[in-house]
Antibody, heavy 119, light 109 residues
Framework: EVQLVESGGGLVQPGGSLRLSCAVS????????MNWVRQAPGKGLEWVSY????????YYADSVKGRFTISRDNAKNSLSLQMNSLRVEDTAVYYC????????????WGQGVLVTVSS | SYVLTQPPSVSVAPGRTARISCGGN??????VHWYQRKPGQAPVLVIS???DRPSGIPERFSGSNSGNTATLTISRVEAGDEADYYC????????????FGGGTKLTVL
């Protein structure tokens, strides 16, 4: 069974940092590109970042560029998102999601983890 | 950046057909993917590459894409289809970007 499980969310003050993780199982992690997608309260889905199966290239949404860093460890079947200089508007449920090709849909998602940025 | 426009809401009676549009400049030249998101659940891919149904998705779900509009069609709508639906494309104008539409709330009357 394909599983993606996010962790690391929580409450953080503006300007703070948080590191999200996504542990996967049930498929060959190193064969898939991975993404982070978020959904702010009452808002729609917003793509955050993408990393290829081999770890490069990497792309970010303009809203997080320079503040967030995506990485992966294929040996540990793990995806990470380091979030620095967090803003109130980064408050959202964050999902990790896989895609097979850089044109395909996201065919498996985690259940999401809540990040709340508030003073 | 590329923009996808969806109607905020669509309402349909059970057993009827729901059509959800996704507008974008020459979207027919791109591959469109559709997701269903129910409250408290992760999104589910229901249509990929304009009209392909992933394994496990009912045949009632179909898609089309031409010109400036892509459409998700749900036939014989059931109460369980009530959800938010999002279209998505990949855009490569400069860097690679993933674009989601704003989402459409499907209400089953």
């Amino acid at each position: 069974e394909v599983q993606l499980v996010e962790s690391g969310g929580g409450l953080v003050q503006p300007g703070g940092s948080l590191r999200l993780s996504c542990a996967v199982s049930g498929f060959t992690f190193g064969s898939y590109n991975m993404n982070w997608v978020r959904q702010a309260p009452g808002k729609g889905l917003e793509w955050v970042s993408y990393i290829t199966s081999g770890g490069s290239p990497i792309y970010y949404a303009d809203s997080v560029k320079g503040r967030f860093t995506i990485s992966r460890d294929n040996a540990k079947n793990s995806l990470s998102l380091q979030m620095n200089s967090l803003r109130v508007e980064d408050t959202a449920v964050y999902y990790c999601a896989r895609d097979l090709l850089a044109t395909s849909g996201f065919d498996a998602w985690g259940q999401g983890v809540l990040v709340t940025v508030s003073s | 950046s590329y923009v996808l426009t969806q109607p905020p809401s669509v309402s349909v009676a059970p057993g009827r057909t729901a059509r959800i549009s996704c507008g974008g400049n020459d979207i027919g030249g791109k591959s469109v993917h559709w997701y269903q998101r129910k409250p408290g659940q992760a999104p589910v891919l229901v249509i990929s590459y304009d009209s392909d149904r992933p394994s496990g998705i009912p045949e009632r779900f179909s898609g089309s894409n031409s010109g400036n509009t892509a459409t998700l069609t749900i036939s014989r709508v059931e109460a369980g289809d009530e959800a938010d639906y999002y279209c998505q494309v990949w855009d490569r104008l400069t860097d690679l970007q993933v674009i989601f539409g704003g989402g459409t709330k499907l209400t089953v009357l």
